[in-house]
């Protein structure tokens, strides 16, 4: 399975960007899909994750600035990010969480893209 994402790039501070990842491969079932971030010098976070029954959950950070979609039958994962801020810049990592045939589950993660948001 792989994960390809895109979309990332260079921001003015209050601009919008939207980032994509679209899975290959063969997968049984997807449950959760996602995006994380990691800014230099800090852990890799959250920003925001939809399960596989639409439920969404957000880093407080980006509440009502950011918005998570998929597309089921194209195995992708969106994120909508708006009213940017310095302090969103970082690689912006798509996660993918298989069900797998057997039970239990394996997780899949993209490259990254960066952001960057300039002041």
């Known amino acids: 399975v792989q994960l390809q994402a895109s979309g990332g790039g260079l921001v003015q501070a209050g601009g919008s960007l939207r980032l994509s990842c679209a899975a290959s491969?063969?997968?049984?079932?997807?449950?959760?899909m996602g995006w994380y971030r990691q800014a230099p010098g800090k852990q890799r976070e959250l920003v925001a994750r939809v399960s596989s029954g639409g439920s969404t959950v957000y880093a407080d950070s980006v509440k009502g600035r950011f918005t998570i979609a998929r597309d089921n039958a194209k195995i992708t994962v969106y994120l909508q990010m708006t009213s940017l801020k310095p302090e969103d810049t970082a690689v912006y990592y798509c996660?993918?969480?298989?069900?797998?045939?057997?039970?239990?589950?394996?997780?899949?993660w993209g490259q990254g893209t960066l952001v960057t948001v300039s002041s």
């Open positions: 491969g063969r997968i049984f079932s997807v449950n959760g």
């Open positions: 996660n993918v969480e298989e069900r797998r045939l057997g039970g239990g589950y394996l997780n899949h």
